[in-house]
């Protein structure tokens, strides 16, 4: 049975997510733990042009706005992550639509990694971002997660699904696999350390996806092959 009211999905907040679909949350604060990404290394080359985009964040964040945001620095930051080398691409503004729980969700996602040409194919990493605070906005880990479970439900694989919000200069990473909503810590952009933990993350997740688009590869092969 579909909720008597369901409100629109740009309305929803992180919490009441979470409780409707029962997810289990837990927020990361080991030292050591995985979205420190440790065994991700950084060329100079990628060190040399997140220091352009860092100085850059610093000194116009305060006066983009959210597209001025994504194209000045979040799109740049995930271009030089080069995902089309594992196989997938990057779909910005993309609706993705699924039904779960009896829920319709039907959404625009900022960004989206997912196999496919022209339309995104069952996405395994889902961006949202806002500028301001989150009190001053719709709730962008909301939209996130819920992109996050769409996403999941068009996978229809055990995997882990992998996200990210944005809000202003500060990123948190986020993993969903089954019932489980993991969290990271807030990482500063403006940091020089910050950004380089967080375009660390985007390396670990980009082989994550190399290896998914192989498997999924593989598996439509098979689908694929004629019976004898």
């Known amino acids: ?49 997140l220091a352009e985009l860092r ?3 610093i000194a116009d964040v305060s006066f983009w706005n959210e597209e001025e945001l994504k194209i000045y620095f979040i799109g740049q930051v995930i271009d030089l992550a080069r995902y089309q080398e594992s196989g997938a691409r990057g779909f910005f503004e993309r609706e993705i639509e699924t039904e779960v729980n009896n829920l319709d969700i039907r959404m625009n996602a ?29 709730d962008p880990e909301a939209q996130m997660l819920l992109a996050m479970i769409a996403a999941q439900d068009l996978n229809a694989s055990d995997h882990p699904i992998y996200g990210v919000f944005v809000v202003g200069s500060r990123w948190r990473f986020t993993e969903l696999h089954g019932k489980r909503y993991h969290l990271s810590l807030p990482f500063e952009a403006t ?34 092959k004629p019976l004898h």
């Open 191 to 224: 940091s020089e350390e910050g950004l380089h933990e967080i375009f660390r993350i985007l390396l670990v997740i980009k082989e994550f996806v190399a290896k998914r688009v192989q498997e999924d590869k593989l598996r439509d092969t098979v689908r694929r």
């Open 110 to 138: 900022d960004f989206l990694i997912a196999r496919g040409i022209d339309v995104p194919k069952a996405p395994y990493f889902c961006l949202q971002e806002y500028k301001k605070e989150k009190r001053s906005a719709n």
């Open 1 to 49: 049975m579909k909720p008597k009211k369901q409100k629109r999905l740009l309305q929803w907040t992180a919490g009441e997510v979470i409780d409707y679909f029962g997810l289990e949350y837990s927020v990361d604060t080991s030292a050591d733990a995985y979205w420190s990404a440790p065994n991700a290394i950084l060329s100079e080359k990628h060190k040399e042009r």
């Open 55 to 57: 100085l850059a964040l």
